[in-house]
């Protein structure tokens, strides 16, 4: 369904009992980040929040988005797989062979449906210009500051508007926007995004570049800019796909050639001069739950602000999973399956992209698996499928189990599993905010293949694959002969999963080496395919925030180490177990020459006043800083982490 603007949107959420309007004041700066933190990690995404008294003249939206109950009604369905089912069915209509004057005339009325999506220009002015500053000044909006380090406050949830200068193609993305001055911010375009082409287009051609920034309007605007859309796939015809209606749009006042929602709260006009020298931007408190640490970003110039009258301000935090970007990432994960499955790769039955692994470090694909080879098949498909390129870790089960179940998912990959022959490495493009790779932008990946193998994909004659003794592998047996090794994860062995996740101190060069060619050779060992090493500061017990550790600091094709040992069971064989060191990688042991983010936590003062105002919110049951969780893993007060520390 359509919603004719954010405030109808507001309006729904707070009749179906998902919004708390929060009337106390309530601190901007770190105060509305840490309150949302406490929300949206308190149970199914907890509730939308909408910050009444802010100091400002505008109120502030927070976790609209932040479960899968507000994403389906910002996408006006009943489940998210509803729309998966749609655009198959849209596919294979399409694609179908039309061989009668029948067959074509059927199509008619769906063409009919494409045209009524497709985003219409008006004239005059929109809602979103009913106002406009006299002097445009970004101090005037409660922009948030999210996290204690963060470079300033950024502007979370932009909507931003660029065009090819060769062929006036619009681009719609989704990149945060640090104020620097009431009218400069940065734009944090990273280099593989459709505006940073665009940006060096306006280069050689020596122009400066019109921007536009959009926020607020009908939900679906801000979920389509961060969809992986193909370049020449306008993102107000997915808004309009998904709404039903088209979008109508309005042009700029003082960058004409830019359009922009006419039903959007505020609308941010500016250039970006590629002439001009880029600003130190960041750091700031990103999704991967570290904070992106400062680098060389564009200039805005703000040459207007306008807004619709009576306005709410839109934002987001991210951080420490689970967040309300979770759920952004599920719609795209449900979205854009029947596309890869019709054009790219039609043996995949489903995809699941597990909140541990923040989007692109962990995706599992499940197939029907007709022949040897195919699970690499995919892998190479999935790898060269647009932000796809980006996947760190891709898992690929068959139908023999559900993906969603994770537990039967882990226990039938195993079972499939020999880790010397079944897991693939691999180098490419990689998401710049990943902090484990030696080079930005670049590093490695890795595929497990944990489908049922043919004939030809084994390799019994030298690898010995019985489940081996590790269920009875005793408590404390890796601790008492290992002092390095803090805590010891057993809960997987324990149901059947032959894997082991350690802490450990790591004290000097190829540590985790030596550790694992020793653990390797245990004969208790032998069965336990797999472990995976964390830092010592990380709880191996808690395995939601390991893995999610884990996924992060793992650069798979540098930091995994194969060992074959000896069969204590079967003679004459041997037996494999994969390591993978997802520590925290220094100059001092690891040779690694760029600097190491933190993880982002609240500051005590922040906590403390957020503590003192809470009963006052009207929000529920106190709720303590999930920053306390974490607290004992950072190392030292900065965004990054001191070498030493």
Request: net charge negative; with cysteine; aromatic share 8%.
């Amino acid at each position: 369904m359509a919603y004719r603007n954010q405030q109808e949107f507001i309006d729904a959420l707070e009749q179906a009992g998902e919004l708390i309007r929060i009337k106390t004041y309530v601190d901007p700066k770190l105060e509305i980040a840490e309150i949302t933190d406490r929300i949206s990690k308190s149970g199914n995404g907890g509730k939308a929040l909408l910050f009444e008294n802010t100091g400002y003249d505008f109120p502030v939206l927070m976790n609209a988005y932040g479960s899968e109950k507000r994403m389906c009604m910002a996408l006006g369905v009943r489940h998210l797989d509803d729309i998966t089912s749609e655009i198959e069915n849209l596919f294979k209509l399409l694609s179908a062979p039309k061989e009668s004057m029948m067959e074509k005339l059927k199509l008619l009325p769906k063409l009919s449906q494409f045209a009524s999506w497709m985003p219409k220009v008006k004239s005059g002015r929109g809602e979103c210009q009913e106002v406009v500053l006299p002097n445009p000044d970004l101090s005037l909006l409660p922009v948030i500051t999210c996290w204690p380090k963060d470079g300033g406050p950024f502007i979370t949830l932009p909507i931003i508007h660029t065009k090819d200068p060769n062929n006036g193609i619009r681009n719609v993305g989704m990149y945060r926007m640090q104020i620097f001055s009431p009218t400069m911010t940065g734009m944090h375009w990273h280099k593989h995004k459709v505006s940073a082409r665009h940006f060096n287009e306006y280069k050689k051609a020596g122009l400066k570049m019109p921007v536009a920034v959009a926020l607020g309007g009908d939900p679906v605007y801000a979920y389509s800019a961060t969809a992986p859309l193909p370049e020449n796939v306008d993102e107000y015809m997915l808004a309009g796909f998904l709404r039903k209606k088209k979008v109508e749009l309005v042009k700029c006042i003082t960058q004409p050639s830019i359009e922009v929602p006419a039903d959007a709260d505020f609308i941010i006009e500016g250039y970006v001069d590629p002439a001009e020298d880029p600003v130190w931007e960041g750091p700031f408190g990103d999704h991967t739950g570290y904070y992106s640490l400062p680098d060389w970003y564009p200039k805005f110039h703000v040459t207007a602000i306008t807004h619709r009258r009576n306005p709410v301000y839109p934002a987001t935090i991210v951080g420490i999973p689970p967040q309300e970007d979770a759920w952004l990432g599920k719609a795209t994960e449900r979205i854009f399956l029947a596309p890869i499955k019709m054009t790219m790769v039609p043996e995949i039955l489903d995809m699941d992209m597990p909140v541990e692994g923040v989007f692109h470090n962990l995706v599992i694909a499940q197939i029907r698996k007709e022949y040897a080879g195919q699970g690499q098949k995919v892998m190479n498909a999935m790898w060269g499928a647009g932000q796809m390129m980006f996947n760190k870790i891709l898992v690929i089960a068959d139908e023999g189990v559900r993906i969603q179940d994770y537990p039967a998912l882990a226990q039938y990959v195993f079972r499939n599993l020999n880790p010397a022959t079944d897991v693939y490495f691999s180098q490419g493009p990689m998401d710049v905010l990943d902090h484990s790779c030696s080079k930005l932008g670049f590093g490695g990946k890795m595929c497990i293949d944990g489908t049922l193998k043919a004939a030809e994909e084994t390799d019994n004659n030298r690898f010995q694959l019985l489940a081996g003794s590790f269920g009875q592998l005793p408590e404390d047996l890796l601790k008492n002969r290992f002092p390095e090794i803090e805590r010891v994860n057993l809960s997987l062995l324990r149901q059947g999963i032959p894997c082991l996740l350690c802490s450990v101190r790591k004290n000097r060069v190829g540590h985790i080496k030596e550790l694992h060619g020793s653990i390797s050779l245990l004969k208790e060992i032998e069965g336990v395919k797999m472990v995976l090493y964390v830092e010592h500061t990380v709880d191996a017990e808690d395995l939601p925030v390991a893995l999610w550790r884990f996924c992060n600091n793992l650069d798979p094709r540098r930091d995994h180490l194969l060992a074959e040992t000896p069969s204590h069971l079967e003679p004459g064989k041997k037996f494999a177990c994969l390591g993978l060191d997802g520590t925290r990688k220094t100059r001092e042991f690891d040779h690694f020459e760029r600097d190491w983010p933190n993880i982002i936590v609240a500051d005590d003062a922040t906590i403390r006043s957020v503590d003192a105002k809470w009963q006052d919110l009207g929000i529920g049951l106190f709720l303590p800083s999930p920053s306390l969780r974490f607290k004992s893993q950072v190392y030292g007060e900065e965004a990054v982490v001191a070498e030493g520390g």
